[in-house]
């Protein structure tokens, strides 16, 4: 629900708070007083196209704030943003550059807010927020007031299942046409891998004894010169270790704080030794066959020519092999898979065919009582001589809504035919439709339907929405009609928020909360103002609205409108 409006340098108000309670809220003044500004502002905030010229003159930025009490809202938790108070939704339009959009102050972008804004409020007017201007609502409006939106949502989970099968089975169609060539040739590539005969790991060895062989010469030169001084030359490190050793120990009888310095020359030698003992090791170890090297050149080459083919280093081109290998069992069995598929596909396109056909018999069935129930209503509304008709045509192909194409048809004028509602409607008109709608809804015309099911879902789809905004709904009506209209929008207000921008005084006389729009010339500057009204202030209004000026006579209507509630 709406509960606070803010308004800042947008057109011609400079600053402007409103609040508004459950119910009925009307907001009343003289004819470009600025009430059809507000509504913008509201359009905006939910995520109307905004341009600079809408910028106060003299401004750099317009800001409007909307707060909306419904702190459960599940955007709120699809977009991580924790609130126990409600909805702050904020929308910034500067002179230059691009807007910015926030919800509790984290930042969103315009396609998020006008999903969210729909959610929140529906305007019925000439607005971009209306419903029934798209032709795909008109069927689901139908399916709600005959009770079917269960069955319609069934119908499309079918739908989408038969669209994933007929997409597998065409998928599998092209691999089986394709399949001879791809299974000889994913053959030949695991063929290809195999023969190699490719180890993890195995391309990192290979390299490694490369850079030996490559580096042979050098190798043996240095293994050979360090045997030779550590062991083999003569005056090598081993022999002069070894003439040290005996001196030491002559040392060690006569010292015996020697004997410590004996221990490590007897420890160091064994392990001179070692070391000369490996040194040899090396030494013959590079006196491979040349012809190895060549082998593991071929051998880097095959590995590297198969990374190529195949994926970056040896494990990626094995794992290649065992994907292929999986491929190649699928196409062996493509057959029988095939066979499977198109079976489920034939049992479940045949469901959907007698889904289409039953639900497509109610809703023609559906669509005659809901003909009648909306003429009656649209009279009650002022469409005394108006025409209304639900227009169902078969389509050559069933959809995700069944086998129905569905529209409203619409005259207004006696003599002229039914004709798109999309087309003929002026906006009032679409007001009073729409509130004829709810009033069906609000008085349980759908026959069957569900609790759960109740056309909260209607235009919106969404059992969240809480605010209805009317504008021109009372366009070229008086009287008795006028009479109808607002008792008809103090029912709905029982469901949901109304805001209403009227000029009926049998209207605003029902609010439970009048606002009155006024501007004020000043010298060099206009300001919009917003005004509760209660008691005096409210009758005077009233009175206005019924004679354009304030008069006893018009005082004593206004206290008999206001007391009689109509």
Not at 46 to 61: H, P, W
Not at 268 to 293: H, M, V
Not at 408 to 418: H, Q, V
């Amino acid at each position: 629900m709406l509960r606070e409006l803010r308004i800042r340098n947008f057109t011609i108000i400079d600053d402007l708070s409103i609040h508004f309670d459950s119910g009925l809220n009307a907001l009343t003044g003289e004819t470009g007083a600025g009430k059809s500004i507000i509504v913008d502002a509201i359009g905006l905030v939910l995520g109307d196209k905004a341009s600079a010229d809408m910028i106060k003159s003299g401004s750099k930025e317009a800001g409007i704030e909307a707060y909306f009490d419904n702190s459960n809202h599940p955007a709120l938790k699809e977009l991580s943003i924790e609130s126990d108070e409600g909805i702050s939704v904020r929308r910034n339009i500067p002179s230059q550059g691009k807007g910015r959009a926030y919800i509790n102050d984290t930042a969103i972008s315009l396609q998020t807010l006008a999903g969210i804004g729909e959610s929140l409020i529906n305007i019925h007017g000439q607005h971009e927020h209306q419903g029934l201007l798209k032709k795909e609502s008109h069927l689901i409006l139908l399916d709600g007031f005959a009770g079917l939106t269960g069955e319609a949502a069934s119908l499309k989970d079918i739908y989408d299942e038969v669209l994933a099968l007929r997409n597998k089975v065409n998928q599998l169609k092209e691999r089986i046409r394709e399949r001879s060539q791809r299974i000889e040739f994913l053959r030949f590539q695991i063929n290809e891998i195999d023969a190699a005969n490719l180890k993890s790991g195995e391309k990192e060895v290979v390299e490694d004894e490369m850079k030996i062989l490559l580096n042979l010469n050098k190798l043996k030169e240095c293994s050979e010169t360090a045997y030779g001084l550590i062991y083999e030359s003569q005056g090598s490190c081993i022999e002069q270790m070894s003439q040290a050793l005996s001196k030491i120990r002559d040392m060690a009888g006569f010292d015996e704080s020697a004997k410590e310095l004996l221990n490590i020359m007897e420890t160091t030698i064994p392990q001179i030794e070692d070391a000369a003992l490996l040194l040899r090791k090396f030494k013959d170890k590079y006196d491979i066959d040349p012809q190895r090297l060549t082998e593991l050149d071929e051998r880097l080459d095959l590995i590297k020519r198969l990374e190529k083919k195949y994926g970056e280093g040896v494990d990626a081109v094995l794992k290649y092999r065992d994907d292929a290998e999986e491929e190649l069992k699928g196409l062996v069995t493509a057959e029988e898979q095939q066979e499977s598929l198109q079976s489920g596909l034939d049992a479940k396109e045949n469901e959907i065919k007698a889904m289409s056909d039953n639900l497509s018999n109610k809703r023609i069935a559906a669509a005659k009582k809901m003909e009648k129930a909306i003429l009656g209503e649209l009279r009650d509304l002022g469409f005394q001589k108006a025409d209304f008709k639900v227009d169902i045509k078969k389509r050559a192909d069933i959809s995700a809504h069944g086998k129905d194409d569905m529209e409203f048809l619409f005259s207004a004028n006696p003599g002229e035919p039914p004709r798109p509602l999309i087309k003929v409607a002026s906006g009032g008109e679409l007001s009073r439709i729409m509130l004829a709608l709810k009033c069906m809804e609000i008085q349980g015309v759908k026959s069957q339907e569900s609790e759960k099911d109740k056309c909260s879902k209607l235009i919106t789809h969404n059992s969240e929405l809480q605010t209805l905004i009317f504008d021109e709904v009372d366009a070229g009506i008086g009287g008795v009609t006028a009479q109808h209209v607002g008792k008809r929008l103090k029912e709905i207000a029982g469901t949901y928020q109304v805001l209403c921008i009227t000029h009926l005084p049998q209207i605003a006389a029902l609010a439970d909360n009048h606002l009155k729009v006024e501007k004020i010339m000043g010298r060099d500057a206009v300001k919009v103002t917003v005004e509760p009204l209660t008691g005096g202030k409210r009758q005077d209004e009233i009175a206005r609205m019924l004679s354009g000026k304030i008069t006893d006579s018009s005082l004593k209507h206004a206290r008999e409108l206001l007391g009689a509630g109509i």
